[in-house]
């Protein structure tokens, strides 16, 4: 008797002890993040090996692989429909050409001065010429355009900024290849853009979103400066219309850029349908202009290899204590040439996109206030008291966006997915206005890692994990505030009523 006694107790006592070893949200969140972890990761990404981790070099390439190995290493899994841990993103690089030429009826053009290569790559091309007014889709109705080059005006007649007439002319671009032009020529005659302005956007290296199924071949599309339509004219008297088109030095072709991908499966059976998504850019400038020591690399400690280790640290964490909720880690290429990583991603989603309930996005320029972070769009969601609890608990104050006059919420990736309808604030460096101090070291090569307050950034990455541990844990499934911009587009997403 004394012996069954005995054994209860001591069932007791387990079950007891097995209770008091349930750790809480909090406990969960110290034992993971850790300073030295987070300054490893940091200079590994910002330093001089990564040259700045430019969009379609092969710096880039070494971090998402590097990223990826600790996405694996923590146990954090492959997301189905993913290529392993990545999503190959169409991005086409444009290289500026050393030389080329226009000649129509024994006239020839000068790169820069009289035409500028809108597209194209290295060739030589000849041929009949076809006029087409503005060569849309209905001026090709019984032309035969194949294997010829076709002249048109830019723009539609009624648009005059260059942004107008740069979207016209992509879509005109298209239609000429799909009918099987030689190339493409414009009369470019708005003066709303200086020429020289026009000359240094298109001698440069550009980045576009393509697709992988696009096979028609690159064709050279020529803007042909003609601001009083004498070109325009000349061409219209010969009565021998035949031009050539030469390009040299000019490359375009698919990049083997790629975002980043992870997940952890919830354990909760119900809510684990549901994903937070945690996201941040990993991408940076690359190298330019040197500073006043010679730095010509532009390291991007700030922006963003920190938002990058951020969510590398929440997924060290959830990999270890899952949450109710599951988890999908994003980390995007190509943010700083206008979030097209984000945009493919939105686009193109591996989980479905009613199905990520919170995009957790971690982007940074700086900082200048080491007792808060400020999160863009805090105050925008169901989700901000957790934030601010969970910044409390380490000694920082969540504050909103005080800087409202930058557009912060549209500048980063975050913005990709609140345009679907998802909630989507920005956890950032604690900073009160984008002063000198934000300046200083915003895409300057001087953003090293030695250039950041460690003690700071433990706190402050705590603060985003615990956080993200009361959101993906909660009860109520987080949602925009009644009023937002983007609160109706989240109703229609998720199926909701008011």
Not at 152 to 179: F, M, P
Not at 315 to 329: D, G, H, Q, V
Not at 339 to 359: D, H, K, T, W
Not at 471 to 493: H, R, V
């Amino acid at each position: 008797m004394k012996k069954r006694h005995l054994t209860l107790m001591l069932g007791a006592c387990m079950l007891s002890l097995g209770a008091c070893a349930q750790k809480t949200d909090l406990e969960k969140t110290l034992e993971t993040v850790s300073q030295q972890t987070i300054k490893d990761h940091i200079y590994y990404l910002a330093s001089d090996e990564m040259r700045g981790r430019d969009t379609g070099s092969e710096e880039i390439l070494k971090a998402a692989d590097y990223l990826a190995k600790q996405f694996e290493t923590y146990g954090a899994k492959p997301v189905p429909g993913a290529d392993g841990y990545f999503q190959p993103v169409p991005l086409r690089m444009k290289t500026p050409a050393t030389s080329a030429s226009l000649e129509f009826s024994n006239k020839s053009f000068e790169l820069n001065k009289d035409f500028l290569i809108v597209d194209g790559q290295s060739a030589e091309v000849e041929g009949e010429v076809v006029y087409l007014n503005y060569a849309f889709e209905e001026d090709y109705t019984n032309a035969d355009v194949k294997g010829k080059i076709v002249f048109a005006k830019a723009g539609d007649g009624k648009v005059s900024s260059r942004q107008e007439i740069l979207r016209l002319s992509r879509e005109k671009y298209e239609i000429a290849r799909a009918n099987g032009a030689l190339g493409l020529v414009e009369f470019y005659s708005s003066p709303s853009t200086p020429w020289e302005q026009l000359g240094f956007l298109f001698n440069r290296v550009n980045i576009s979103l393509d697709s992988f199924e696009d096979k028609a071949e690159i064709i050279p599309h020529l803007w042909l400066k003609d601001l009083d339509n004498a070109n325009q004219r000349f061409m219209m008297t010969k009565s021998i219309k035949r031009a050539s088109i030469g390009i040299e030095g000019m490359k375009n072709e698919l990049t083997k850029d790629k975002n980043v991908v992870a997940m952890v499966e919830g354990t909760d059976p119900e809510l684990k349908d549901e994903y937070i998504m945690f996201s941040a850019h990993y991408d940076h400038v690359g190298v330019g202009r040197p500073n006043e020591e010679g730095d010509s690399i532009y390291n991007g400690t700030r922006d963003n290899a920190i938002g990058t280790v951020t969510v590398l640290s929440a997924a060290e964490n959830i990999a270890r204590y899952p949450m109710k909720r599951s988890a999908l880690f994003v980390l995007f290429t190509a943010e700083e040439k206008g979030l097209v990583g984000s945009r493919y991603l939105a686009n193109n989603p591996i989980i479905p996109n009613e199905q990520i309930v919170f995009c957790w996005n971690s982007d940074n320029g700086g900082y200048n206030d080491t007792t808060i972070s400020t999160i863009i769009g805090l105050e925008r969601t169901t989700a901000a008291q957790y934030i601010k609890d969970a910044n409390v608990a380490f000694g920082l104050t969540a504050i909103d966006d005080p800087a409202g006059e930058q557009g912060l919420f549209d500048r980063s990736d975050n913005v990709s997915f609140a345009r679907k309808g998802i909630p989507a604030p920005t956890y950032s460096l604690g900073f009160r206005a984008f002063d000198a101090e934000i300046m200083k070291y915003y895409h300057q090569p001087g953003d090293n890692p030695n250039t950041v307050d460690y003690d700071y950034l433990e706190k402050f990455f705590k603060s985003y994990v615990y956080a993200s541990r009361l959101i993906g844990n909660a009860a109520e499934t987080p949602f925009w505030l009644p009023g937002d911009k983007y609160y109706e587009t989240g109703l229609e997403l998720y199926g909701r009523d008011n």
